[in-house]
């Protein structure tokens, strides 16, 4: 049987095919510009599905063949902790969920109402970025604000990118021959957005991004962690409106905002080579806030098994990955050095097979 993962952000529809016996994907793609040159998200939707009739090896019409639509969707907050099978009462959660996430649960919602509208018959099941680190311990999750700012507004560490987490963890598992629950790993999800995970006897006990995706290590051009006094100062200097010092801070800080070179770490890389100042400076800021972290999760843990590396930035920059291990080789002592490419689809998709599995199987009509 095939489950279709989708993924909505803010202005594209990426999607796979997945043949969830095999645990193969058949075939992956996007639809860019919606909104601009598509439509809406039904429209995208409309076209991706027209996209897989063609093919022989995906689904037949009116979707058939599927077993199941499954949606990342970002924000789940404390409610989810795993996947859910979509219904009514989930979508007003994934909606009141819109001011945590307001970049990513509309979009997120906008596909799962059009899936919903084409594939009337097959049953959606939302899979939460968020829901791998609800296991975090309260020490690790609140901050040191007045405890109302949590009963009233949820304000937390909530985590992010778990999906990906989750499933090099568990292919960790099965190249170190070794269950889960006896594993300690700090996974290493490094791409244009950065986020690592201590993971103990198979839960995240601690993460690196927060309340939102912005807290924690240097990303492409997102600033990571630094004195929330600087909001303030900046906001009165620069005279910034709110919505201005977010932009700066998410989209126009990071390697971006370092180098003034490029959001893209293969670009501070090649001028790193070449000796640019700007380039060498914002590469050891990257690496130092990295070791870092990793430096504090393996004193979390008492120790790793080992240490896995993931995303763009992860598997593909070999020097960053050597500074590291040479750097902090004392506190690896006997850890595995692993590089893993994530897979958020497949991972998705055994999510929603599970969640379908314990459903009973296949309940056409029953997914609103």
């Known amino acids: 049987m095939k489950i279709l993962v989708i993924n ?18 058949i075939v992956r793609g996007a639809i860019e ?29 009116n979707g058939k063949e599927l077993l199941a639509v499954g949606h990342r969707v970002v924000h789940g907050g404390e409610k989810f902790t795993q996947a859910v099978l979509i219904n009514e009462q989930i979508i007003k959660n994934i909606r009141n969920h819109f001011e945590l996430a307001p970049l990513h649960n509309p979009p997120n919602l906008m596909g799962i109402e059009a899936a919903k509208k084409l594939l009337a018959d097959t049953p959606q099941v939302a899979v939460f970025d968020t829901a791998f680190h609800q296991t975090m311990p309260a020490c690790a999750y609140l901050y040191a604000l007045p405890y109302r700012f949590y009963e009233q507004y949820g304000i937390r560490r909530y985590g992010f990118h778990g999906t990906s987490h989750k499933y090099v963890a568990l292919e960790a598992s099965k190249i170190l021959n070794r269950p889960l629950k006896k594993l300690n790993l700090i996974t290493c999800h490094l791409g244009n957005g950065c986020s690592l995970t201590a993971i ?26 630094i004195d929330p006094a600087i909001v303030f100062y900046l906001m009165k200097k620069e005279g910034l409106a709110p919505e201005e010092i977010s932009e700066l801070l998410n989209k126009k800080s990071g390697l971006l905002g370092l180098s003034d070179i490029s959001s893209d770490m293969r670009d501070i890389l090649r001028a790193s080579n070449k000796k640019n100042p700007r380039a060498k400076i914002t590469l050891e800021i990257f690496i130092y806030r990295l070791k870092k972290y990793i430096g504090a999760y393996i004193a979390a843990m008492n120790g790793i098994d080992a240490l896995v590396f993931t995303g763009g930035i992860g598997e593909n920059a070999e020097l960053i990955r050597k500074r590291i291990e040479t750097e902090i080789s004392y506190l690896l ?16 998709a055994q999510e929603t097979a599970e969640v379908i599995k314990k459903a009973g199987g296949k309940e056409k009509g029953k997914n609103t």
């Open 333 to 348: 002592k006997d850890a595995r050095i692993l590089v893993i490419p994530t897979n958020e689809e497949l991972m998705i």
């Open 8 to 25: 909505c952000g803010s202005s594209s529809i990426k999607y796979a095919l997945v043949n969830i016996r095999k645990s193969e994907i």
């Open 200 to 225: 103990k006897k198979g839960k995240s006990i601690d993460t690196s991004m927060g309340f939102t995706p912005l807290e924690g290590l240097v990303m492409g051009t997102r600033c990571g962690d």
């Open 33 to 61: 510009k919606v909104g601009i040159d598509v439509r809406s998200y039904e429209v995208g939707l409309e076209i991706i599905l027209d996209r897989l009739m063609q093919r022989p090896d995906a689904i037949i019409k």
